[in-house]
Nanobody, 127 residues
Framework: QVQLVESGGGLVQAGGSLRLSCVASRRTFSSYDMAWFRQAPGKEREFVAASSRGGGSRDYADSVKGRFTISRDYAKNTLFLQMNSLKPEDTAVYYC????????????????????WGQGTQVTVSS
């Protein structure tokens, strides 16, 4: 029903920047809350940032607040994550997610409440 394709990952030095993109199916893009999660080796999947379906609400994990920015381009059916001042601890596979209920139920930071997922893009930050 919803297809998500991430891109933009790569290898950067600490202090550098990357912009991740997630292209969603055009028909349903505006009907879904969307979010970014990440998972490092040996760690649980972690919430990074979320955006409500209309873009009016944006929320961030404390660990990335002030450094990362989530945004949506409805004309391009694309979700972005601008990552600045990257740290080695940001190294992880980053996943794009979409769901109908997270903001409605107040669970935007909970990965089980998202219905659709991309395959992920690797972000590696070197020291």
């Amino acid at each position: 029903q919803v297809q998500l394709v991430e891109s933009g990952g790569g290898l950067v030095q600490a202090g550098g920047s990357l912009r991740l993109s997630c292209v969603a199916s055009r028909r349903t893009f505006s009907s879904y809350d969307m979010a970014w999660f990440r998972q490092a080796p040996g760690k649980e999947r972690e919430f990074v940032a979320a955006s409500s379906r209309g873009g009016g609400s944006r929320d961030y994990a404390d660990s990335v607040k002030g450094r990362f920015t989530i945004s949506r381009d409805y004309a391009k059916n694309t979700l972005f994550l601008q990552m600045n001042s990257l740290k080695p601890e940001d190294t992880a596979v980053y996943y794009c997610a979409a769901g109908r209920r997270p903001y409605s139920t107040g669970t935007y930071s909970s990965h089980p409440d998202y219905d659709y997922w991309g395959q992920g893009t690797q972000v590696t930050v070197s020291s």
